[in-house]
Structure formats: structure tokens, C-alpha cells
């Protein structure tokens, strides 16, 4: 995922997290995405943690797609550095580079393969 990680590395705003801290929670309304500069990301169902989120990868996105509720919960699994992306960012980013959008689709299209597959 060059391209996601050059974007990543190359981000507006940053923000860090330490172990623990909860990046956003199940049913929020998100205006953000993130990609995982450094670090791990747990999210997490109610209690369950239903996956990880490696550096290079995202996480979030579906906020700014289609304005709906945060659908998992966010903790960060180890300390982490995140790049965040609004959706202004999100669609420059898409209309400049499609190949960030088609990595982003298969970021998302993986982790609905995992859950499905583990329900």
C-alpha cells in the first residue's frame, strides 16, 4: 500500500495516541477517517474486539462515506501515531490519486471478509 502510506506520511494533521486511549466509539457520527502511521489500532464490537489495524492500513472511513455512525469502537492496542483525513481531503485525495481510493475500497472489502467469516 505505497500509496496510502506516502499520503499517510505526508498528512495535514496527526494526532498521537497512547495505549488505551479511545480514538472514537461505536455510534458516534465520524467527520474523519484515519490511516496508522505508527502503532496498532484494536476495534472493537460492544466488548469484542473484531480486528487490528496494522500501520500503512485505515480504518474509519465509512463515516465519510456515507455519514453514518461509527460502527465499531477505536482503542489504540499500542501507542500510535494517526494521519487524519476529512472528507474534503478524502475526495481531493481520491480525484488526484484513484489508485488511494481503490486501496481504501480494498482495506474496507478485507475487513468486511473478516467479519463476515468470523460470524
Sequence with gaps: ?????????????????????????????????????????????????????????VFGEMAIIDKSPRALSAIAAKDCSLAVIDQREFLFLVHETPTFALEVMSSLAERLRRLNTQS
Aim: proline share 0%.
Design 1 to 57: 500500500m505505497t500509496t496510502v502510506r506516502g499520503v499517510f506520511l505526508n498528512a495535514r494533521t496527526t494526532k498521537d495516541f497512547a495505549a488505551g486511549d479511545t480514538i472514537f466509539l461505536e455510534g458516534e457520527v465520524g467527520d474523519c477517517m484515519y490511516g496508522v502511521v505508527s502503532g496498532q489500532v484494536e476495534l472493537k464490537h460492544g466488548a469484542n474486539t473484531v480486528g487490528t489495524v496494522d500501520e500503512g492500513d
